[in-house]
């Protein structure tokens, strides 16, 4: 049901990701193409209960943005980072995301929003969108 985002957070607590989903970052960019195709293929395989599958998925979001962040960080020098956002709200995501950051474990410092304030952010582009169109119009 919507939003999917608990329903999935629970199912993939209850199961287990073998990291077979592609994991595709390259600088500062996500893709997750790869990702869908082999999930829609493995899922129309017929191998994977509802609860591994939401697992694997989640997993490969969590790789995905742990090499993002250690790539942001690199390239920055910021180390304290703050996460929000829905799939940051997830407890899976949360719970499996620092042990990915082990390469920025010393230095690195993780804040999190509070899960009631880390809902989908559309309303958050939303308004950052319209602030930046008010300050175009004013430049013209």
């Known amino acids: 049901s919507f939003p999917a985002g608990p329903e999935m957070t ?9 990291s077979v989903l592609p994991s595709s970052v390259r600088a ?7 990702a869908e195709s082999q999930a829609q293929r493995l899922w129309a395989g017929g191998t994977f209960r509802p ?9 490969c979001v969590v790789r995905s943005v742990a090499k993002l962040l250690a790539a942001a960080a690199a390239q920055t020098g910021v180390f304290h980072i703050l996460l929000a956002g829905g799939v ?3 407890r899976y995501v949360r719970e499996h995301l620092p042990g990915r950051l082990a390469s920025l474990e010393e230095r690195a410092r993780l804040f999190w929003a509070r899960e009631e304030l880390s809902g989908d ?4 582009v ?15």
Request: overall charge negative; glycine content about 8%.
């Open 28 to 34: 500062l960019q996500v893709s997750f193409s790869g």
């Open 121 to 124: 952010n559309a309303a958050g």
């Open 51 to 59: 609860e591994d599958m939401a697992a694997e998925t989640l997993s």
């Open 88 to 90: 940051i709200s997830s």
């Open 126 to 140: 939303a308004l950052l969108g319209e602030e930046i169109h008010t300050r175009q119009r004013r430049e013209l």
């Open 10 to 18: 629970d199912l993939a607590m209850r199961g287990r990701s073998a």
